[in-house]
């Protein structure tokens, strides 16, 4: 389950960096993962790859999104996207930087 919820705050971090780029503002951000929608509001000092990348999402949405909101739908016909997320998570983590 952790390789899904990373693969989604990867998804909002390019997906916020995105719309920023496309001038769009006041966007709403939903995930059937709650443990990612509680993540950004409340968060710690995880200082691991999602911790990390979160902080980065938290930043850039206040910097450019300051009325958006990220938010819990639970939905359970999301398998197709469980699935590939976790083949992009597989891409992701074999490339040697």
Do not use: P
């Not at 995930?31 to 911790?51: I, L, P, Q, R, T």
């Not at 990220?70 to 699935?83: A, D, H, P, Q």
């Amino acid at each position: 389950m952790w390789l899904v919820d990373m693969g989604e705050v990867l998804g909002l971090y390019h997906v916020i960096i995105w719309i920023h780029e496309l001038q769009l503002a006041n966007v709403d951000f939903e995930f059937d993962s709650k443990k990612v929608a509680n993540y950004f509001y409340k968060g710690s000092n995880d200082f691991m790859k999602f911790g990390t990348v979160m902080a980065g999402c938290k930043y850039y949405c206040i910097l450019f999104l300051e009325n958006s909101h990220v938010g819990f739908s639970r939905s359970k016909t999301n398998e197709v996207v469980r699935v590939l997320t976790k083949i992009v998570m597989s891409l992701y983590n074999s490339h040697i930087y």
